[in-house]
């Protein structure tokens, strides 16, 4: 990608706002997809959690101070906006967020555009069992392959924090797939 700073400040100008948008939808589209589905889990609330993100970094772009990268931050909105999506979504049903996963699950089989197998649906049902923040790194690192260093930026936690949540995360998924 050109330089990001040349590339912000395209996105910045009234002139170039539109075509520079365009390119941005179409180099992130897909990963800040994927990633918020890892969080949501069902297809149709990704997609509106997708349209909320793109919004959110076209309303502030202009805030963004580049202390980080581009894609970091974008990350970061969407990771927020996947999980307040989620703790909406509870509210609304009067549920707890962990009940409703529970539930999403439950429905996955019945997703069109869920095509795993029933170890990916047990596997599912393993995550959810998880703490939200291990349940986060779980899936950056598994389902993404996020580095660490890149995971820290968007998560704003230390990589050695983010190594010890990886690696209990992967121990309990380890002992729920022998036991269930």
Avoid at 8 to 19: F, G, R, V, Y
Avoid at 40 to 59: E, G, M, P, R, S
Wanted: aromatic residues 12%.
């Amino acid at each position: 990608m050109q330089d990001e700073k040349d590339f912000i400040q395209e996105l910045l100008n009234p002139k170039t706002q539109n075509s520079a948008f365009q390119k941005l939808l179409r180099d992130y589209q897909r990963p800040l997809y994927n990633h918020i589905r890892n969080i949501v889990l069902n297809h149709d609330d990704a997609d509106d959690v997708l349209q909320n993100t793109f919004i959110k970094v076209f309303k502030y772009l202009k805030d963004f101070k580049g202390e980080s990268k581009l894609f970091s931050w974008m990350y970061r909105i969407a990771t927020n906006e996947a999980i307040t999506f989620i703790n909406n979504k509870a509210k609304r049903h009067n549920t707890t967020s962990e009940a409703l996963q529970t539930k999403i699950v439950d429905n996955l089989k019945a997703d069109d555009y869920f095509d795993g197998s029933e170890i990916q649906l047990k596997l599912q049902k393993a995550i959810i069992l998880l703490p939200e923040k291990q349940q986060l790194v779980f899936k950056m690192r598994y389902y993404e392959e996020i580095k660490y260093e890149e995971m820290s930026e968007i998560l704003g936690t230390s990589v050695g924090a983010l190594k010890a949540s990886y690696h209990h995360a992967v121990k309990k998924i380890e002992d729920f797939m022998k036991t269930s």
